[in-house]
């Protein structure tokens, strides 16, 4: 890695903190301040797609997370 690419990724990570401090970024699931996704959320948005319990006349359909109101991240 030459020297003008080391300074542009230095300045980079500085700006990224700075902008950091005075825009900080929540987390897109849950809103802390741990963004853009906290490890929790990170935990259920990593979790395998499955199949969603059928509705009678709708199509068969797939999920990535469970999202249920009041249970924490998402």
């Not at 797609?49 to 709708?58: E, F, I, Y």
Request: net charge positive.
């Amino acid at each position: 890695m030459n020297h003008s690419a080391r300074l542009v990724g230095a300045l980079r990570d500085a700006f990224a903190a700075l902008l950091d401090l005075v825009l900080p970024q929540l987390c897109a699931g849950c809103g802390d301040p741990f963004g853009p996704l906290c490890a929790d959320c990170l935990t259920v948005w990593g979790r395998r797609p499955h199949r969603c319990a059928p509705r009678p006349g709708c199509p068969p359909s797939w999920g990535c997370c469970w999202l249920i109101p009041g249970s924490g991240p998402m």
